[in-house]
């Protein structure tokens, strides 16, 4: 009896497995960094169209005068991949940009309505389902790095290793006392209590000595590396500071960030995974500090650009073309979908995702992209409470008159709840029973239209002029508000 056919057969196996390889999804690493209260302006790769600001001799009143960073290694990640000009956040404020970013879903459906303070239900539902459960069921090693805020502390309700992240180590919201030697760290639920160093260098040195340890199994991974810089209460290293003649510690800590993000990259390119490793960087959404989100109108907690568009940059050598500029219009509710579809994993079919997959926009092969799904962003805070994108068109939508047109406003002036006469001017800040009332009141009634292609400061309402428009985009706005209202729940009515 011959045992060539054996042999053979033997000898085959590999060839079938390699051609069988050849059709399934690749599985790359992924990495999501996001800072916290990053301005559109902030980065230096974003000031490509202003000169370099770092010795000019630059006016008295420094409300015009433009950011002062250098934030090389950033800029590194995007000469490397792809930098978009038209990327939104998940919302104007932190727990609800977050909580869009890792499901694909507005987070006005995930019943996300404002910032999760301590002691309150809203957060974050179980039944959700994150991009690290997703991948953690695929095979995908996860955990998660840095600021979460997707839970009210107190509550008992799911922390990260809950929701797709059985390796954590985080904060419940902002570093305390500032981003020097924070003391509200936890590390798989337990306080670590105070650290010496900065926030951004803790948070990157965990990432990394979990990344050195995991990547011996030989699994892909996915983590989440949530910065709490530039967020307040600022603090940065002296001789970063030192570089700034005005808004030193900002400036400074978001430079000390750009140091950490240079760690990360550094450890990709000596360890061998660069070129299978997908790095993400963006911001939860707008800043508060001035200039920084120009030539954006608006800050952080409004729904005007300045609040929600955000920097966006996607490295994956040999996959994204290097030094490429994206216009497409992208959400943070578009991660998912892509990433899934980028690992071979079927997304949830049991909900409504609001975002869509870029991968295409990502690798170049759609350049002429148009959004299928509407951009649509709703907030009871501050007018406009509505924003809808369908093309280049921008509709705005107020609960009162129209905001006199500023490049900033005060948020706290312009907020729509106001405190009682005697009360801490920031009583009515936190997310409470009266919100859930107020919120569901919070229908608009007057509308501002832009063609923000040619209009990115938002100068020029052309609702008059097209009014037709206006009409048709009116209409979905009032249907998404109401729809995802329902669907977000009241979270004093029931039990959640």
């Given at each position: 009896m011959t045992?060539f056919?054996?042999?053979?057969?033997?000898?085959?196996?590999?060839i079938l497995?390699?051609?069988?390889?050849g059709h399934?999804?690749e599985?790359p690493?992924?990495?999501?960094?996001?800072?916290d209260?990053l301005?559109?302006n902030d980065?230096?790769c974003?000031q490509?169209?202003q000169?370099d600001?770092?010795?000019?001799v630059?006016?008295e009143?420094y409300?015009?005068?433009?950011?002062t960073?250098?934030?090389?290694?950033l800029d590194?990640?995007a000469?490397?991949?792809?930098?978009?000009?038209?990327?939104?956040?998940g919302?104007?404020?932190?727990?609800?940009?977050?909580?869009?970013?890792l499901?694909?879903?507005?987070?006005?459906?995930?019943?996300?309505y404002?910032?999760i303070?301590d002691h309150?239900p809203m957060?974050?539902r179980?039944?959700e389902?994150?991009?690290?459960?997703?991948?953690s069921?695929?095979?995908?090693?996860t955990?998660?790095?840095?600021k979460?805020?997707?839970?009210a502390?107190?509550m008992g309700?799911?922390?990260?290793?809950?929701?797709?992240?059985?390796?954590a180590f985080?904060?419940?919201n902002n570093?305390?006392p500032?981003?020097r030697?924070?003391?509200?760290f936890?590390?798989m639920g337990?306080p670590v209590?105070?650290?010496?160093?900065?926030?951004?260098q803790?948070?990157?040195?965990?990432?990394?000595?979990?990344l050195q340890?995991?990547?011996?199994s030989?699994?892909?991974?996915?983590?989440?590396?949530?910065?709490?810089?530039?967020?307040?209460?600022?603090?940065a290293?002296?001789e970063?500071?030192?570089?700034?003649?005005?808004?030193?510690?900002?400036?400074?800590?978001?430079?000390?960030?750009?140091?950490?993000?240079?760690?990360?990259l550094?450890?990709?390119?000596?360890?061998?995974?660069e070129?299978?490793t997908?790095?993400?960087?963006?911001?939860d959404?707008?800043?508060?500090?001035?200039?920084s989100?120009d030539?954006?109108r608006?800050?952080?907690?409004?729904n005007?650009e300045?609040?929600i568009?955000?920097p966006?940059?996607?490295?994956?050598p040999?996959?994204v073309?290097?030094g490429?500029?994206s216009?497409?219009?992208g959400?943070?509710?578009d991660?998912?979908?892509s990433?899934?579809?980028?690992t071979?994993?079927?997304p949830?079919?049991?909900r409504?995702?609001?975002?869509?997959?870029?991968t295409?926009?990502f690798?170049?092969?759609?350049?002429?992209?148009?959004?299928?799904?509407?951009l649509?962003f709703f907030?009871?805070?501050?007018?406009?409470?509505?924003m809808?994108r369908e093309g280049?068109w921008v509709?705005l939508?107020?609960?009162?008159e129209?905001?006199?047109?500023?490049?900033?406003?005060?948020?706290?002036?312009?907020a729509?709840l106001?405190?009682?006469?005697?009360?801490?001017?920031?009583?009515?800040w936190?997310?409470?029973?009266?919100?859930?009332?107020?919120?569901?009141?919070?229908?608009?009634?007057?509308f501002e239209?832009?063609?923000?292609r040619?209009?990115?400061s938002q100068?020029?309402?052309?609702?008059?002029?097209?009014?037709?428009t206006?009409?048709?985009?009116k209409?979905?706005?009032l249907?998404?508000r109401?729809?995802?209202?329902?669907?977000?729940?009241n979270?004093?009515a029931?039990s959640?």
């Amino acid at each position: 009896m011959t045992r060539f056919p054996i042999l053979t057969s033997i000898l085959l196996i590999p060839i079938l497995i390699g051609c069988q390889r050849g059709h399934l999804p690749e599985r790359p690493n992924i990495i999501l960094i996001l800072a916290d209260d990053l301005g559109y302006n902030d980065l230096s790769c974003y000031q490509d169209n202003q000169p370099d600001h770092t010795h000019a001799v630059l006016p008295e009143n420094y409300s015009d005068r433009p950011p002062t960073t250098r934030t090389p290694h950033l800029d590194r990640l995007a000469s490397e991949g792809m930098r978009f000009t038209d990327f939104y956040c998940g919302a104007a404020v932190c727990s609800p940009s977050r909580s869009s970013l890792l499901t694909g879903r507005n987070c006005t459906r995930l019943g996300i309505y404002n910032w999760i303070p301590d002691h309150q239900p809203m957060h974050l539902r179980d039944r959700e389902i994150t991009l690290g459960e997703l991948l953690s069921k695929a095979g995908y090693r996860t955990a998660h790095f840095g600021k979460w805020h997707l839970t009210a502390e107190g509550m008992g309700q799911p922390m990260p290793m809950d929701q797709g992240y059985p390796y954590a180590f985080f904060t419940y919201n902002n570093a305390n006392p500032s981003h020097r030697n924070p003391n509200n760290f936890f590390r798989m639920g337990q306080p670590v209590g105070e650290l010496t160093g900065y926030s951004c260098q803790l948070v990157m040195d965990e990432a990394l000595a979990w990344l050195q340890d995991s990547v011996k199994s030989g699994d892909p991974f996915y983590i989440n590396i949530w910065f709490n810089e530039p967020h307040s209460v600022v603090a940065a290293p002296e001789e970063l500071a030192a570089r700034h003649s005005y808004h030193q510690e900002y400036y400074g800590c978001i430079e000390n960030m750009d140091l950490a993000v240079g760690r990360l990259l550094t450890y990709l390119e000596s360890s061998g995974l660069e070129r299978e490793t997908i790095v993400i960087f963006t911001s939860d959404n707008g800043s508060v500090t001035v200039a920084s989100n120009d030539p954006l109108r608006g800050e952080k907690a409004f729904n005007l650009e300045g609040g929600i568009r955000v920097p966006f940059i996607i490295r994956w050598p040999g996959k994204v073309p290097s030094g490429t500029v994206s216009g497409a219009a992208g959400s943070f509710t578009d991660i998912l979908p892509s990433m899934a579809a980028w690992t071979g994993v079927d997304p949830p079919t049991d909900r409504v995702l609001d975002g869509e997959d870029l991968t295409a926009v990502f690798t170049g092969e759609a350049p002429g992209f148009e959004r299928s799904k509407h951009l649509f962003f709703f907030r009871y805070f501050h007018d406009p409470v509505c924003m809808l994108r369908e093309g280049d068109w921008v509709l705005l939508g107020y609960m009162d008159e129209p905001l006199p047109y500023m490049r900033r406003y005060d948020h706290r002036e312009f907020a729509k709840l106001k405190p009682e006469p005697g009360a801490s001017p920031w009583s009515q800040w936190r997310f409470q029973e009266g919100h859930m009332e107020f919120l569901q009141t919070a229908v608009p009634v007057n509308f501002e239209l832009y063609q923000i292609r040619e209009d990115i400061s938002q100068a020029t309402d052309l609702s008059a002029s097209h009014p037709e428009t206006v009409e048709q985009m009116k209409k979905k706005m009032l249907r998404l508000r109401e729809e995802m209202i329902s669907e977000g729940g009241n979270w004093y009515a029931e039990s959640e």
